[in-house]
């Protein structure tokens, strides 16, 4: 269940465009779920056209996904850290983290569920036994899931404390100026598009760090190390296209070329730092780069060498 409070400056908004910007729920899904009266307002059902005032309390009871029968598959997956609380893997660019209508298999969930047997948390449910937190399907990288309830409860509130310190690679188009810079800016479902998310001053509080690690003036891009504080949907991917250096491959928030046929956006999660949820051990596991995004930094590098 989503809790939200209107505000000073958030009120005279519609209710269904007022929920959509805070949370990530599509606003027809929120107008579907005002007409089922899954919407209080100050515990008290309102239509889609109703005005947010000032001190509104609004509950929104989210659907319940199907239930859907998850099962074990044999998917080879670089395992970077494992005991008996958790299992840390290097999930593989193209693949989905856990299933959902349409996508029943080959995900992550599917191969740690061959891996772990039946030691995975149930607080995920059925389709996201384990999962604290996600990586979009072309994002490879460092991903941690929880084999007990005690470890994922834990690892949430870290998460949740921005206690968790992750990091990422990104190859951007254009040649960055600054060396380093950070990115404070809000993020909520685009109400031009409901599969995107968008830069909008209604949305949830949005910081992404990012340091040059290369240019590639040659070719028009920049080799970015990248640390997010906090850990909305398509953050990085957002941010980025937002100040004019979208990720390589990325089609969704850049229309312009791709000139390496690249599919999906150029981010890698590179490692996390965080508290062993039962031990409380600092751990810090890193995740090598993938065998495209390496032979891609060759080229670029190998081109820059090259006397025009």
Known sequence: MELLKVKEGEENNRIDAYISSKTDISRVTVQRLIKEG?????NKEVKASYKTK??????VEEEKPKEIEIKAQNIPIPILYEDNDIIVVNKPKGMV???????LDGTLVNAVMAICKDSLSGIGGEIRPGIV???????????????????????S???????????????????????????????????????KMAVNKNGKRAVTHF?????????????LQVKIETGRTHQ??????????????????????NLWGIEGQCLHAKSLK?????????????????????????????????IM
């Open 38 to 42: 899954n919407v209080l307002v100050n």
């Open 54 to 59: 000032i001190d509104d309390e609004i509950s």
């Open 97 to 103: 983290v856990h299933p959902a209508n349409g996508n």
């Open 133 to 155: 937190h996600r990586l979009d399907k072309d994002t490879s990288g460092v991903i941690i899931v929880a084999k007990n309830d005690k470890a994922h409860i834990n690892l």
């Open 157 to 195: 509130e870290q998460i949740k404390n921005h206690q968790v310190e992750k990091t990422y690679i990104a190859l951007v188009r254009g040649v960055v100026k600054e060396n380093q810079a950070t990115i404070d800016m809000p993020i909520s479902r685009s109400t031009k598009d409901r599969k």
């Open 211 to 223: 340091i040059v690690l290369k240019r590639f003036p040659k070719d028009n891009c920049t080799l």
């Open 236 to 257: 990085i991917r957002v941010h980025m296209a937002e100040i004019g250096h979208p990720l390589i491959g990325d089609t969704v928030y850049s229309s312009g070329k």
């Open 274 to 306: 965080f508290k062993h949820p039962i031990t409380e051990k600092e751990m810090y596991i890193e995740a090598p780069l993938p065998e495209y995004f390496l032979n891609l930094i060759n080229k670029l590098e190998e081109n820059e060498k090259i």
